[in-house]
């Protein structure tokens, strides 16, 4: 057993400075708003989204479904947890699968908290992060919060650029320490 950091980006951003318009999806896509029934679709899909991932070995439970179904009983009970800013994107293609997912929390200082912004690998690159994102910054506004921030693993690059783009800005680096076996890192 080892001890490894990960460096992370904490990114900030003022609500009231996004796009209001609603994102629209990719033809085939529909949001699915927060239901206490569908936790276990967050779960599967966060699951399916970071399992492979690096944030699978920052973050274990992300590698795992029951992991994965922890985190969101977890972040559901929150007191702070926002529905309004929690949704999953589904897509027919004649079997309606759910392929994105993010939650948002009211954080105890009265900022927005991202959650896990996920999308499952074989719906990337078509812009799903960018609505979801979006759609949870319009929940948190719609909640009365005035700023949002996120955490994202240092070496995601790709999520780094959407994050910028959509307005996002580094406000602090920060440091997670994890336990890890030689042969654990993917």
């Given at each position: 057993?080892?001890l490894?950091y990960?460096k992370?980006?904490r990114?900030?951003i003022?609500v009231?400075g996004?796009?209001?318009?609603?994102?629209?999806?990719?033809?085939?896509?529909?949001?699915?708003?927060w239901?206490?029934?569908?936790?276990p679709?967050?779960?599967?899909t966060?699951y399916q989204?970071?399992?492979?991932e690096?944030?699978a070995?920052?973050?274990?439970?992300?590698g795992e479904?029951?992991?994965c179904?922890r985190?969101m009983?977890e972040?559901?009970h929150?007191?702070g947890?926002?529905p309004e800013?929690?949704?999953?994107?589904?897509?027919d293609?004649g079997?309606?699968?759910?392929?994105?997912t993010?939650?948002?929390?009211?954080?105890?200082t009265?900022l927005?908290a991202i959650q896990n912004?996920?999308?499952?690998?074989?719906h990337?690159?078509?812009?799903?992060?960018?609505?979801?994102?979006?759609k949870?910054l319009?929940?948190f506004?719609?909640?009365g919060?005035?700023?949002?921030?996120?955490?994202?693993?240092?070496q995601n690059?790709g999520?780094?650029?959407l994050?910028r783009?959509?307005?996002f800005?580094k406000a602090?680096?920060?440091?997670k320490?994890?336990?890890v076996?030689?042969?654990?890192l993917?």
């Open positions: 057993m080892g490894t990960f992370r980006f990114m900030e003022d009231h996004v796009d209001p318009r609603e994102p629209p999806l990719p033809w085939g896509y529909r949001w699915v708003s239901q206490p029934e569908l936790l679709a967050h779960a599967e966060k989204s970071f399992r492979t690096l944030d070995n920052v973050f274990p439970c992300l479904f029951d992991g179904v985190l009983q972040i559901s929150k007191e947890f926002l800013a929690t949704w999953l994107i589904t897509y293609d079997r309606s699968a759910f392929c994105g993010i939650q948002g929390i009211r954080d105890r009265g927005g912004l996920g999308i499952t690998p074989e990337r690159g078509q812009g799903l992060g960018t609505c979801l994102l979006l949870a319009h929940g506004r719609r909640a919060l005035r700023r949002a921030f996120l955490e994202v693993t240092a690059e999520a780094i650029k994050y783009r959509l307005g800005s602090r680096t920060v440091y320490a994890v336990e076996t030689p042969f654990a993917r």
